[in-house]
């Protein structure tokens, strides 16, 4: 009896060996999940600068300046609850001439230089920076709201354009990308006569000196119109925010 499991254990030996040195076929994917959300707020900041005498002045400016900002948003139909007002609380007092400067004169009768001193009188200013951010809901708004805050002297600067559930549109597109991943797997797989076994490592950072993602926008760019492509891939459409993840994705095949 005993000479017989042995025997049995020894021709299952090899076949047990070969299973474990049997190499595997890794095949890793980088794929892209991607789409344009339609944009639920619209958000302006700007800002201004106020000039006055004294402290008191620049304050009294600020205020004003403040409330002018807020009637011109009010004509159009903004709420004070969709304005952020940030107030400059730094009063910074310069002097623009100090005291007595010399100035060189040249006199052509007596063809000589006349040192002749000049009296310029010094003159205090203090200055204040105020800060603002509007909220609205649509593009036409936000084009009203530049224009509001042009008419009253305001620096506006760009529009940063939102929507209402970020987190989840993220992962929407990251399973869009498990998805591309898979696609491809299975395309690899079916060109070798082979099957996916599973998936065995999932990574967003990827194990290069750049990101999938930012390997995926250099690809395209070498292969779709240089620069002014890769530029494009960094924009949204007007009244849209584009939502975009790469993944690195590793699928064991077996036949």
């Known amino acids: 009896m005993l000479i017989r499991l042995m025997a049995l254990l020894a021709l299952m030996l090899p076949v047990a060996a070969l299973a474990q040195v049997a190499p595997k076929t890794i095949v890793e994917i980088i794929a892209t999940g991607q789409f344009d959300a339609p944009a639920t707020a619209y958000v302006l900041t700007g800002n201004w600068s106020i000039d006055a005498g004294d402290e008191d002045g620049a304050r009294k400016a600020q205020a004003e300046k403040q409330a002018s900002v807020r009637a011109a948003l009010r004509t159009i139909g903004v709420p004070d609850t969709a304005v952020t007002l940030t107030p400059g609380t730094d009063y910074v007092s310069s002097d623009l001439f100090d005291g007595m400067a010399n100035v060189a004169v040249y006199d052509v009768e007596d063809e000589g230089v006349v040192e002749n001193v000049v009296d310029f009188p010094t003159v205090h200013s203090t200055s204040v920076t105020d800060g603002i951010s509007i909220r609205v809901g649509s593009v036409e708004q936000a084009a009203a709201v530049r224009a509001a805050l042009r008419s009253v002297d305001v620096n506006v600067g760009g529009v940063q354009t939102l929507i209402d559930d970020p987190d989840g549109a993220r992962r929407r597109v990251k399973t869009m990308a498990i998805d591309n991943a898979r696609a491809d797997a299975m395309a690899y797989a079916k060109a070798l006569g082979m099957r996916i076994v599973r998936v065995t490592r999932i990574s967003e950072t990827g194990n290069g000196l ?11 760019m070498l292969t779709g119109g240089g620069p002014e492509s890769m530029k494009a ?3 949204s459409k007007p009244g849209f925010v584009h939502v975009e993840a790469t993944i690195v994705i590793e699928f064991e095949l077996a036949p």
Do not use: A, H, K, T
Request: net charge neutral; no cysteine.
């Open 210 to 220: 750049f990101l999938p993602g930012f390997q995926s926008v250099f690809q395209r």
């Open 233 to 235: 891939m960094f924009e």
